[in-house]
């Protein structure tokens, strides 16, 4: 079987799986079913090509015949529960171990040391932040959550795990998370969890018995999410070129996806 043809078919069951509907409207023309126009973005952050060339790409490789217009207007109007779908569907096994961490995207913007050099005292920049929580067995990305501005990393926690299609055992988290109503929390789930306490914080139960007997052959495998971070920056660029919240948030969501991917293919044939 051709490349081609082997990542739609695994677009088409990624899509199936998901449970989502060929078409994305009730009413008006049925032109584009929607695992071309989900091709079209996969091929745009994949290749990190503009819309232009990505309606080109699929021209001449594909022999669909898209306008650019129609995948911008896609990736701006798809909403949110769409994504977190069909990331959630890359994730097929129970997660033993879990890992939680945030970055930052830089915006396409000049940079921090251009605007340094030309003496600019406003900042005219904010980068992206994100949480996400990987498998860390299988390296891939479970869930994920944005923000346009700095935002706190202990009440995205519940949330990353609520989108979590398969049960966790155990959630590694640095010493950011650090926190006896978090840890609470997570064993009343059912839910062990493997953090470092702040220094001279040591208040609560669970806390205390965190500082007295650490597991640090657990902790250590938290670094895994650090290096998906890196793949992900590495593979898709250190920045989005998005403008708005909903665009960045599927362009994250899509590389995610695609990371996610080429995971199960590698998984898969080689």
């Not at 009730?26 to 990190?48: C, D, H, Q, S, Y």
Request: proline share 4%.
């Amino acid at each position: 079987m051709k490349k081609e043809k082997r990542l739609i078919n695994k677009l088409k069951r990624l899509i199936k799986r998901a449970e989502l509907p060929k078409w994305l409207h009730n009413f008006g023309p049925k032109t584009f079913p929607f695992w071309k126009l989900a091709l079209g973005l996969l091929i745009k952050e994949v290749f990190r090509l503009s819309y232009r060339r990505a309606s080109n790409f699929l021209n001449e490789f594909y022999d669909i015949d898209l306008h650019w217009t129609t995948l911008q207007k896609c990736r701006a109007r798809l909403p949110l529960a769409i994504w977190q779908e069909l990331l959630a569907c890359t994730i097929e096994h129970p997660i033993d171990v879990a890992a939680i961490d945030g970055t930052s995207l830089q915006r396409s913007n000049p940079s921090a040391h251009y605007l340094k050099r030309i003496d600019r005292k406003e900042i005219t920049s904010v980068p992206v932040y994100i949480n996400a929580m990987v498998d860390v067995r299988r390296r891939k990305f479970v869930s994920v959550r944005h923000h346009a501005k700095k935002h706190g990393e202990v009440p995205d926690v519940q949330y990353l795990i609520d989108l979590s299609p398969q049960v966790i055992e155990l959630i590694l988290m640095d010493k950011l998370y650090d926190s006896e109503k978090l840890h609470r929390n997570l064993r009343d789930q059912g839910i062990f969890s493997i953090i470092p306490v702040k220094k001279n914080w040591a208040k609560g139960q669970l806390r205390k018995q965190l500082k007295d007997c650490f597991d640090y052959t657990q902790y250590w495998q938290r670094n895994l999410v650090e290096c998906l971070f890196s793949a992900l920056k590495r593979l898709f660029g250190n920045h989005v070129r998005s403008l708005t919240a909903r665009t960045q948030r599927a362009e994250i969501y899509m590389r995610m996806i695609a990371y996610n991917l080429g995971v199960r293919i590698r998984e898969t044939f080689y």
